[in-house]
Structures are given as C-alpha cells and as structure tokens.
Nanobody, 122 residues
Framework: QVQLVESGGGLVQSGGSLRLSCAASGRTFSNYAMGWFRQAPGKQRELVAA???????NYADSVKGRFTISRDNAKNTLYLQMNSLKPEDTALYYC????????????????WGQGTQVTVSS
C-alpha cells in the first residue's frame, strides 16, 4: 500500500505561481513512477505531468514550459511547480503512483491522493 497526501493548493491570480507537494508513505516511494492529474468541474480527469522512478518526465501540451514535476526520493515527496497560471488551470489536482505506462494511460492507477484544489482568478 502507498498513501499519498497532497498539499499546496489555493487561490492565486492569473500569472501567479503555486507549488504542490505530495507526501508518500508505505511502500518504497522510489520504486514508483508518479503523476499529477487534474479534474475541472464537468470535465474528465487529465494527466498533467508524469515522472519515472529515475526522473524522466512527460507533460501535457497545455502545461509545457509552465509546470515542472520533480521528486525527492529521500523525502518521499513529489512536487509540481506551477508558474504563469491561467484560469483554465483551475481544477482539483491529484497525485498518483504506479508504473510509468499506467500513469501515462491514466487507467487502473493503483494509488491516488485525495486531491488539492487550485483556483486561478482572472
């Protein structure tokens, strides 16, 4: 079992920045690929960014150049640095853990956090 707890969400103005954190406990964090997903009201959940156990990354086109995913295996923590935020980034953000290709497909992901709300005002 892996337990995931997100933090760092909040209300920010358009153009601002936030850093989300996801603290992991349970099985060895470094063994898992990790991902950040988001879901806005009335929309499907989408993958924002993914990172392999070795640090390789993948981003949705909508966030490339603005968001950075990273991980600190010594602290069992995943991060998402979000810059140049836009109102369309408003969503509930979730972290997830599984193999890299399960994260990329976004289906049957084994472990999810409870989510943290990000709201970007115009």
């Amino acid at each position: 079992q892996v337990q995931l707890v997100e933090s760092g969400g909040g209300l920010v103005q358009s153009g601002g920045s936030l850093r989300l954190s996801c603290a992991a406990s349970g099985r060895t964090f470094s063994n898992y690929a990790m991902g950040w997903f988001r879901q806005a009201p009335g929309k499907q959940r989408e993958l924002v960014a993914a990172i392999t156990s070795g640090g390789g990354t993948n981003y949705a086109d909508s966030v490339k150049g603005r968001f950075t995913i990273s991980r600190d295996n010594a602290k069992n923590t995943l991060y998402l640095q979000m810059n140049s935020l836009k109102p369309e980034d408003t969503a509930l953000y979730y972290c997830a853990a599984d193999s890299f290709w399960v994260i990329i497909r976004g289906t049957r992901v084994g472990y999810w956090g409870q989510g943290t709300q990000v709201t970007v005002s115009s």
